[in-house]
T-cell receptor, first 115, second 110 residues
Framework: ETGVTQTPRHLVMGMTNKKSLKCEQH?????MYWYKQSAKKPLELMFV???????ENNSVPSRFSPECPNSSHLFLHLHTLQPEDSALYLC??????????????FGPGTRLTVT | QKEVEQNSGPLSVPEGAIASLNCTYS??????FFWYRQYSGKSPELIMS????GDKEDGRFTAQLNKASQYVSLLIRDSQPSDSATYLC??????????FGQGTRLTINP
């Protein structure tokens, strides 16, 4: 579980706040991902980065802004969120973005509540 | 049609029995398949990956893949109460797209 870490683990924010979620992987992987997990819905892929380059933006609203300064760190910047954005936000990493090295490993997640 | 479908359950299995979890997927070209276990309040944990038709065994877990039928399953032998969790099926549909099913909630009854 310490291979991928996320901070904070819990976050409560108002709709006018700006906050950031942080993810760090210690596995030497080249790809990192942000997912959203809401109650009663499947995991939704938000963003994919490979070697710090964004390769997938899954129609995510602009109030979510990712940043990947290097292959070990990933951020999700949040601003003017809506209550329906309340969810568990999960970071994951994999060795590569395809092939046999595509196994993704998840961090513990950030439980976000928007009030 | 959902891209990855699982029976949401709950699936209730007596301790010591075999739990069978099923998953179907829509993309016939998919090549990589994964099973994750998620305990309540925790993040998904990878337990099995399978890439070729047939069976793959790891301890009490066996993954089965049938690409012609677009079907992947997970068998858990000698089920334990600690196996009670939600099991997520995930399918690689393209280089960057891992699509998850809604998950099957499994309960092992002592």
């Amino acid at each position: 579980e310490t291979g991928v870490t996320q901070t904070p683990r819990h976050l409560v924010m108002g709709m006018t706040n700006k906050k950031s979620l942080k993810c760090e992987q210690h596995l030497g992987h080249n790809a990192m991902y942000w997912y959203k997990q809401s109650a009663k819905k499947p995991l939704e892929l938000m963003f994919v980065y490979s070697l710090e380059e964004r390769v997938e933006n899954n129609s995510v609203p602009s109030r979510f802004s990712p940043e990947c300064p290097n292959s070990s760190h990933l951020f999700l910047h949040l601003h003017t969120l809506q209550p329906e954005d309340s969810a568990l936000y999960l970071c994951a990493s994999s060795q590569e973005i395809g092939g046999a090295n595509y196994e993704q490993y998840f961090g513990p997640g950030t439980r976000l509540t928007v009030t | 049609q959902k891209e990855v479908e699982q029976n949401s359950g709950p699936l209730s299995v007596p301790e010591g029995a075999i739990a069978s979890l099923n998953c179907t997927y829509s993309d016939r070209g998919s090549q990589s398949f994964f099973w994750y276990r998620q305990y309540s309040g925790k993040s998904p944990e990878l337990i099995m990956s399978i890439y070729s038709n047939g069976d793959k065994e790891d301890g009490r877990f066996t993954a089965q893949l049938n690409k012609a039928s677009q079907y992947v399953s997970l068998l858990i032998r000698d089920s334990q109460p600690s196996d009670s969790a939600t099991y997520l099926c995930a399918v690689n549909m393209g280089a960057q797209k891992l699509v998850f099913g809604q998950g099957t909630r499994l309960t092992i009854n002592p």
